[in-house]
DNA sequence: CAAGCGGATGCACACGTGTGCAAGAAACGC
DNA sequence: GCGTTTCTTGCACACGTGTGCATCCGCTTG
């Protein structure tokens, strides 16, 4: 009663060989709709499932996938995990989360990640060593960078197109008639940031102007306090934030200090977060795509596992500008 | 190359049987220190890992732990799915991840967790059917309900002590001299939400009150607004609220029509999300420990999967009200 | 030096499954 | 009726690993 059901008691109850009740389970095997019936009456009598783990074991493919992800509960990663996995369950895999706290190990999970033979990977972490890339490779196993693009060496890369949509965010201020504007970027290193900082600095430079002044908010709310700070020192009339929490943290500190919104300044976000449409914030803001992303990842990785001889390819998610009224 | 690394092959490298190599990442195995230095050696330089999947079959042991968890993106539920995450990591132990978008889909949803032998089972989802309980009982497999208290068969439960958190709201409100009390309650059929209410309502009702109104808002923000309109018709001086989302919701409808809080309306959630804590919303709420449940979940469970004989047992984690400006 | 002993090592089996191959059965065309 | 094709079924092997058992080696002890 305690013990798991295999497919040899099956056969025996049903009365067949064990390859009858392998193929009753194995789409597209030749069993005669008789037997498949009784099989199938017995297994669900005995409450049988194949064991997936074994069945890996012979077919060499999990129908895993590893997830690697920071920060979950950064409110734009949450959406982003929730809709890969409805996308992965919509394809039938099966999902194996492992959060990254501490850059630096992530050798040794994504080892921990291979040694259960995931059919691939998709990280969607700040730093991904090209070390754990290679050894990805080696196995053959293909990786999807999402939200994180990395010319790594045959990774695959899903992410928003931020040069686009952050030159979106300077062109509206620059419609608006803003002058002094500063910037937020978010975490150094990370290629979300640099790609934004160089699609606003590029917008910017079409109008001919420059940020007044530039701060780091690490992509965190706590840190982004500081950063506004710092930034509403050099008395902007409008500023540009790499994220959504970054740009609740201005608004705060901008109420706290009576600087009116958007009259005296202007603040645009990045991602669109729940909380951005909150009529606390209104926040005006770049938005990002989730579904659309954790579909592409999931496609993209799912087409990289049937057909391997495929090269990596690279996708690329429009944003839309969200208008409310903080800018 | 782009072969999988066995054990047979780093033996032969080494010039030893398998066995010594399985030994030798069998921590308590009798092996040479000499050997096993070569073993790991050899091990290192062909990038060899033990196939984490073919050790389950002669172990019986995969270390994964399923987590069926609904609605990621609730901030609360994120911040639990990472302290889960980090509980089970420090185990050594691996997670599968599922969303539960639709509470019908429970029984093949658990059965997809248990096909791939699953260790045990987390559950911090709505319902979860009696049908799958009993499904990991008949395997043998212990199942924590998480958040989700439930007096399945055999399944043991970590949850905050929802009761006691209420009545601290209740007395909280009480203290503050309001009369006009209101309540929103979450999703009807959720032991959370009848324990919150039953301790609210008790709470009130050592003080010889009850709520002047009652609406549903079911643990949404939009749903929340809705319910928020229906209870401010009643002219309430106070709204508990069974989580912050609705209370946020609470303030953002409140602040429109202009009333004043806390002057004329005191405000009290539930959870404690990171939003509460935001200068715009400044909300006074009921903190659940999410470390402290996610860690009692894996430590339960982990004990239920070495010693499988004991029982299953509950656990309940103390709450506390955290005061901000709302009440 | 002989007997004894403990630790290291290899052999072989087991875990639960998918699948090629050959054999058998059934259906079909002439 | 017989040869031929198509479909079904069982046998046996393979996947990569852990572990009991027997063997062997080297060292200690009397």
Redesign the interface.
Known sequence: ????VTAAEVARAAGVSRSAVSRTFTPGSSVSTSTRNRIEAVAARL?Y??????R??ITRR?R?IG?VMA???N?F???L??CL??AL?ARGL??????A?RPEMTDELI??L????VDGVIVASGLFSSSAAK?CV???TPVVMLDRLMRAAGASAVGSDNRAGARMAAEHLVALGRRRIAFMSGTPGISTSSERAHGFLDGLAEAGLAPIAIASGRYE?AAGQGAAEALLAHAPDAIFCENDLMA?AV??VA??RGVRVPDDLAVIGFDDI??AA????ALTTVAQDARAMADAAAALLEERIEKPARRASRRLIACTLVRRRSA
């Open positions: 009663m305690s013990a798991r409450g499932r194949p064991n997936a783990l074994a890996t074991l999990s895993i997830v920060a979950i509960d409110p990663h949450a959406q995990l929730q996995d409805a369950q099966a999902m194996l989360l492992r959060g706290a080892h921990h291979l040694s259960y033979q050894a080696g196995v053959a709310y609740m608004l705060d109420r706290a729940p909380a909150l009529p606390a914030y």
